[in-house]
């Protein structure tokens, strides 16, 4: 007697599940790249090359390194001012100042920083999402459609 074919187990494929991008909680990391990498066929650490040149901006503007030197090339897309300025009659760094006081949004605040110190005041502009990025979900049940 033959026994009926045990049928073969049918794998499902799991549906897609889209992703969502993780909160932003700071300011992108701006740092230079530290491996080689080939323009017009030299392979070098062009970060390093840019910064040892006279002119740095000329160098990085030639070679077109901001996304890749953003640090060497002064092109954070979000940075404190590191240079002294005057407020009233004190010339100071107002970013190092506001860091140190105990209250900083009220420093940021009262002194006017969020443009000059936007790390530290905590204002920099969020990244815009790019238009290949999905579509968030609506987890609003109101917003089902049959």
């Known amino acids: 007697v033959r026994s009926p074919a045990t049928p073969?187990?049918?794998e499902s494929t799991p549906a897609p599940v889209e992703s969502t991008p993780?909160?932003?909680?700071?300011?992108?990391?701006c740092v230079d790249r530290t491996d080689k990498w080939l323009i017009r066929n030299r392979l070098?650490?062009?970060?390093?090359?840019?910064?040892?040149?006279?002119?740095t901006s000329k160098a990085c503007n030639a070679r077109?390194?901001?996304?890749?030197?953003?640090?060497t090339c002064d092109a954070c897309p979000c940075a404190d001012r590191k240079d002294p300025w005057k407020i009233g009659r004190r010339t100071i760094n107002w970013c190092m100042w506001a860091k140190k006081r105990p209250d900083l949004s009220q420093a940021c605040d009262d002194k006017r920083?969020?443009?000059d110190c936007p790390v530290t005041c905590d204002?920099?502009?969020?990244?815009?999402s790019?238009?290949?990025a999905p579509p968030p979900c609506s987890p609003d049940p109101l917003d089902f459609h049959p």
């Open 8 to 10: 073969a187990p049918i």
């Open 22 to 29: 993780a909160p932003v909680s700071g300011p992108t990391p």
């Open 44 to 55: 070098k650490n062009w970060c390093g090359w840019a910064r040892k040149q006279d002119d």
């Open 64 to 71: 077109d390194l901001d996304s890749d030197c953003p640090v």
């Open 113 to 115: 920083l969020h443009d």
């Open 123 to 128: 204002s920099c502009p969020l990244p815009t």
């Open 130 to 132: 790019s238009p290949s």
